[in-house]
């Protein structure tokens, strides 16, 4: 039998969502590893504060709080404003999108003088879901997605983690993650 026009539509909307998220993850992915950086120096803070207001309306949609504490002070930077945006947007995104309605998401950032460097750390705290212990050695491969039983399913391809870390190897940066299962994830940059 033929679907309900209304319903056929919807899920032809849902399909075309879905192929445009996967055209988008590609070409970002491409743009990460192949593509010169436009690096310039500005303050990371603002970056942060670009991301957080991008990810505002999918935050409020589940009632999450993006708290962001940023001790007053310049955080100096050389980078691709628009790619490092993007990293930030994806790991808040999936911060959110991994979490249970109602909670919060927390932003930091810091600065470490050293002697022949500095370095500028950001961490995004979310109280989500997790990632098992026995998936994390796959996070940043390309295509890898993780669920758990207490979380609804999510229409991701698994390109995001594999973006940010090409972006931020690009960089000379670092990222690392801490996550416990029912308990939530920490990114580090």
Request: net charge neutral.
């Amino acid at each position: 039998t033929a679907l309900p026009p209304a319903e056929f539509l919807t899920r032809i909307e849902k399909a075309s969502r879905i192929t445009l998220g996967l055209a988008d993850n590609f070409v970002q992915l491409a743009r990460a590893e192949a593509q010169e950086y436009r690096l310039e120096d500005m303050d990371f803070h603002d970056v942060l504060l670009d991301a957080s207001d991008e990810m505002w309306s999918l935050a409020r949609d589940k009632n999450i709080r993006i708290n962001t504490e940023v001790p007053e002070r310049d955080y100096p930077v050389r980078i691709d404003r628009s790619l490092m945006t993007r990293v930030l947007t994806n790991l808040l995104s999936n911060a959110i999108k991994y979490s249970p309605r109602d909670t919060c998401i927390t932003c930091t950032l810091s600065y470490e003088a050293g002697m022949s460097e500095s370095h500028i750390i950001c961490s995004i705290a979310d109280q989500g879901y997790g990632i098992a212990r026995a998936d994390q050695h796959r996070l940043f491969q390309r295509f890898q997605r993780f669920k758990t039983n207490e979380q609804p399913k999510n229409d991701g391809v698994g390109l995001g983690m594999v973006f940010i870390k090409k972006v931020i190897d690009r960089h000379h940066g670092q990222i690392n993650f801490v996550s416990i299962p029912n308990k939530g994830s920490t990114f580090t940059l």
